[in-house]
């Protein structure tokens, strides 16, 4: 035969990845993942088979024989780089004979359809490799590049996805958890003696810009008795008049005193703390601010009832995100957190 002549074997020996097995079994090395780095390297295979010939006969040999044997390059140092010279200037620029081929090659040759000989190398790769040939999965060749698409996409996305669960525990944010307590004294409502204080939890740029009707609304109720409301009211306006500030302070930290332990009371409603020690004062001053404002009947110091003074809270998107990433956190390494 007429060595020169490859025939059908022409597109594999031209396959990069189907030549660059057969020279990490000549060199005796294989590809692996370093642990450390996971990068690509070559390492020694004891397993690996090195074919030598003498003559026309080739043979299995082991690594003295094929030392001796195997031919090499004039001035060449490495096996491995004779081997990539071979390639990339001879393999890699052969074509098909088909002149000094045999009729039934050229017969062969003639009955192929389009790409098949590349779909044969990818069929012999996933024997090799054990992947399977994306062209077995398609009725068309135009749906490979679809389908390669598809699996480059989801590899994208198994990747956002991991590192997502990654960033709930590390990432780091620009501006912190704010919350505002929105003037609300002037309101409709409170107008008609329905009291709510309304904080407004924000993170970054995009919660502030928020419509208030885009945020997640949730609220609790500060009970106190109407007749006690109605009396301080009454106290702080009738001491303020007569120019007693001192008294008028007092009764307002009394409030205070006990906005704040009614607070204390509730923060087992949140896992993840919210609010500092300067938010009570603050809430206790929109509180007042309320009360001084309201000139209706509800609040009678003979009434028996008791008022709820609505606490509502709205998270913008931000907020609400850093705050669930903050619960996760706590939950899988089980630290306290603090506000």
Not at 48 to 63: F, H, N, Y
Not at 163 to 168: D, H, S, T, Y
Not at 180 to 196: A, D, H, L, R, Y
């Given at each position: 035969?007429?060595?020169?002549?490859?025939?059908?074997?022409?597109?594999?020996?031209?396959?990069?990845?189907?030549?660059?097995?057969?020279?990490?079994?000549?060199?005796?090395?294989?590809?692996?993942?370093?642990?450390?780095?996971?990068?690509?390297?070559?390492?020694?295979?004891?397993?690996?088979?090195?074919?030598?010939?003498?003559?026309?006969?080739?043979?299995?040999?082991?690594?003295?024989?094929?030392?001796?044997?195997?031919?090499?390059?004039?001035?060449?140092?490495?096996?491995?780089?004779?081997?990539?010279?071979?390639?990339?200037?001879?393999?890699?620029?052969?074509?098909?004979?088909?002149?000094?081929?045999?009729?039934?090659?050229?017969?062969?040759?003639?009955?192929?359809?389009?790409?098949?000989?590349?779909?044969?190398?990818?069929?012999?790769?996933?024997?090799?490799?054990?992947?399977?040939?994306?062209?077995?999965?398609?009725?068309?060749?135009?749906?490979?590049?679809?389908?390669?698409?598809e699996d480059t996409f989801s590899q994208w996305d198994k990747w956002a996805n991991s590192k997502l669960e990654q960033f709930n525990t590390d990432i780091f944010y620009e501006e912190p958890l704010t919350l505002t307590i929105v003037p609300n004294s002037n309101s409709s409502k409170v107008m008609q003696g329905e009291f709510e204080?309304?904080?407004?939890?924000?993170?970054?740029?995009?919660?502030?810009?928020?419509?208030?009707?885009?945020?997640?609304?949730?609220?609790?109720?500060?009970?106190?008795?109407?007749?006690?409301?109605?009396?301080?009211?009454?106290?702080?306006l009738l001491n303020e008049n007569r120019g007693l500030l001192e008294r008028a302070k007092g009764i307002k930290n009394t409030l205070r005193e006990k906005i704040v332990q009614k607070l204390n009371g509730k923060s087992n409603y949140f896992s993840v703390p919210i609010w500092n020690e300067q938010f009570p004062q603050k809430l206790s001053e929109e509180v007042l601010n309320q009360l001084a404002t309201y000139r209706g009947s509800k609040l009678n110091r003979l009434s028996k009832t008791k008022t709820d003074i609505k606490i509502k809270f709205r998270y913008g998107m931000m907020a609400l995100s850093y705050i669930y990433k903050k619960q996760k956190y706590k939950v899988t390494y089980n630290h306290e957190l603090k506000p």
């Amino acid at each position: 035969g007429d060595p020169e002549n490859l025939r059908l074997l022409v597109p594999y020996v031209k396959n990069p990845f189907i030549m660059s097995v057969v020279f990490n079994n000549l060199t005796r090395t294989k590809l692996t993942l370093q642990e450390k780095t996971q990068l690509p390297i070559l390492v020694e295979n004891d397993k690996s088979v090195q074919v030598a010939c003498e003559d026309m006969i080739c043979r299995k040999r082991d690594p003295v024989e094929f030392k001796m044997i195997f031919p090499r390059r004039i001035g060449g140092y490495e096996l491995s780089d004779d081997l990539e010279g071979l390639y990339c200037s001879y393999f890699i620029r052969k074509k098909y004979n088909r002149v000094g081929s045999s009729d039934s090659i050229k017969e062969w040759l003639n009955q192929q359809s389009f790409a098949e000989d590349k779909i044969e190398t990818q069929n012999f790769l996933a024997l090799i490799t054990g992947f399977p040939n994306l062209a077995s999965f398609t009725e068309n060749i135009s749906e490979i590049q679809n389908l390669v698409l598809e699996d480059t996409f989801s590899q994208w996305d198994k990747w956002a996805n991991s590192k997502l669960e990654q960033f709930n525990t590390d990432i780091f944010y620009e501006e912190p958890l704010t919350l505002t307590i929105v003037p609300n004294s002037n309101s409709s409502k409170v107008m008609q003696g329905e009291f709510e204080a309304i904080v407004d939890l924000k993170l970054s740029e995009f919660d502030h810009v928020m419509d208030d009707t885009d945020k997640i609304d949730a609220h609790f109720n500060l009970t106190f008795p109407t007749a006690y409301l109605a009396q301080v009211k009454n106290d702080i306006l009738l001491n303020e008049n007569r120019g007693l500030l001192e008294r008028a302070k007092g009764i307002k930290n009394t409030l205070r005193e006990k906005i704040v332990q009614k607070l204390n009371g509730k923060s087992n409603y949140f896992s993840v703390p919210i609010w500092n020690e300067q938010f009570p004062q603050k809430l206790s001053e929109e509180v007042l601010n309320q009360l001084a404002t309201y000139r209706g009947s509800k609040l009678n110091r003979l009434s028996k009832t008791k008022t709820d003074i609505k606490i509502k809270f709205r998270y913008g998107m931000m907020a609400l995100s850093y705050i669930y990433k903050k619960q996760k956190y706590k939950v899988t390494y089980n630290h306290e957190l603090k506000p």
